[in-house]
Every structure is written in C-alpha cells, then in structure tokens.
C-alpha cells in the first residue's frame, strides 16, 4: 500500500519520527501480533508530540481514511488488553 503519514511541517526532524513510528506500529499490528505494552510506549511517545486530543482525533481520522488502520480502535483494544498481543482486522 503506499501512502503518505499525516504530519504537521511545523514539527521537527525528531518528532516526525517519533509520530511515524508510532503511526507505522499501527500499521503493523494489522499485519502481525503487536505487544500492547510497545504499542502504548509509542503512544505516550507520540502524545509528548500531539498532545491535543483535537489534534490525535485529526491526526486518527486522515490516517484511518488514507489506509484503513484505526488509531482509536487499536489503542482501546491496547486499553482493554495491556498485557497481551493485538492483532487488528480492518473492518
């Protein structure tokens, strides 16, 4: 699939990655079993970035519409099960 992370130009060098691979984690939780543990650490990561929930919840929806992965829906199930693996299906 190719497509293009939603990032803010505004954003330094460093904070472009720390989003990118929080967002890429995402991704990859659709392919393969993520730990939820890894997958919050990159979130908290990725908060220090977009600590506006407005701006998550923007961030959440051109993501979801660009590849079809939920950055809510897999953060609840990380919620829900913060010991084990997710593995996410697009709906």
Excluded: C
């Excluded at 897999?74 to 709906?91: A, E, G, L």
């Amino acid at each position: 699939m190719n497509f293009q992370f939603p990032i803010d130009t505004d954003w330094t060098t460093d904070e472009i990655v720390v989003v990118v691979e929080f967002l890429d984690l995402i991704e990859k939780a659709y392919h393969q079993p993520v730990e939820a543990k890894k997958l919050m650490e990159k979130y908290r990561a990725f908060k220090t970035v977009v600590p506006s929930i407005g701006e998550e919840k923007r961030l959440g929806r051109t993501f979801e519409q660009d590849t079809g992965y939920s950055l809510y829906q897999t953060m609840k199930q990380v919620k829900n099960q913060p010991d084990r693996k997710i593995k996410m299906t697009v709906r």
